[in-house]
């Protein structure tokens, strides 16, 4: 059976259950959207994104700049909108305190998604932090493994990055499908670019990580994220010393 998300059924959860299909229909019908919200502002892609996939849309954040700002725009849209956080264990205390501020102000209750063992047990079943020897395998359980779990029932997700953020970014469609977590991938910032983000946030009183002015322009797990120096790229603190700059969310 062939399951769209048009296909005139009734909403609910025994509809919404089964996953998107991407037909060849549906794929050319998001390729076409997307082509038509390039010259769309952030906030018109949200509202699009609410009205096509709302109540299964939902946004995964880090709470770097572009993801606060996101969220600034959808407390205004939908705030219903469900967001949630892959709490490794990692992270550092400015970005959960983070949480809270969004929830005080925007009423928005970020949603924690967590691995399937704590930090300690996740370290003595390895002998040890395995961040420091096998990065891709601590992101896939901590982030991955989480995120799969998230995306289930789900038909589309808001992404909060920017195609000048890094070579691998560089070509990601305003709307696009994600072969990985089998969802819509909605990027109403992918024109963007930082200062525009920062533009926002500081004319609008955004809440965002106070390490953003001591030297991390992006921010990850404490362990795996160090300060950058003038003229590197933006993510050039992420991972530094291994071949990896993206955590396995956004390349396929
Ligand atoms: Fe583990 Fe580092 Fe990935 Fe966090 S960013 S999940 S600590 S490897």
């Known amino acids: 059976q062939v399951f769209s998300i048009d296909s005139g ?36 892609i949200l509202r699009w994104a609410v009205d096509r996939f709302a109540p299964k849309f939902t946004m995964a954040t880090a709470f770097g700049p572009e993801g606060m700002t996101i969220m600034h ?7 219903e909108t469900p967001v949630f956080n892959l709490d490794t264990g990692y992270q550092f205390k400015e970005t959960l305190e983070l949480r809270e ?6 009423g928005i209750e970020v949603e924690y998604k967590l691995p399937d063992t704590t930090v300690q047990q996740y370290e003595e079943m390895h002998g040890g932090p395995l961040y420091a020897t096998n990065p891709n395998q601590c992101c896939f359980d901590r982030k991955m493994r989480p995120l799969h779990e998230a995306a289930k029932g789900q038909h589309a997700w808001a992404s909060a990055i920017r195609r000048d953020q890094s070579p691998d970014r560089a070509a990601a469609p ?37 390490l953003h002015d001591q030297g991390f322009p ?30 396995g969310l956004h390349n396929s």
């Open 101 to 106: 501020r969004v929830k005080e102000k925007y």
């Open 9 to 44: 059924e009734p909403r609910g959860a025994l509809a919404a259950d089964p996953p998107l299909y991407p037909t060849d229909e549906f794929l050319a019908e998001m390729a076409a959207e997307s082509a038509k919200l390039e010259t769309a502002t952030p906030q018109e």
């Open 174 to 210: 305003i709307v696009g499908w994600d072969k990985k977590f089998q969802l819509v991938k909605i990027s109403p910032l992918a024109n963007w670019t930082k200062n525009q983000v920062w533009d926002l946030i500081l004319k609008e009183s955004i809440p965002y990580n106070p």
């Open 218 to 247: 992006s921010i990850g797990c404490q362990p795996c994220t160090r300060a950058t120096q003038l003229g590197e790229d933006e993510r050039a603190g992420r991972w530094a010393g291994f071949e990896k700059t993206e955590c």
């Open 73 to 79: 725009m959808l407390a205004e849209i939908a705030p």
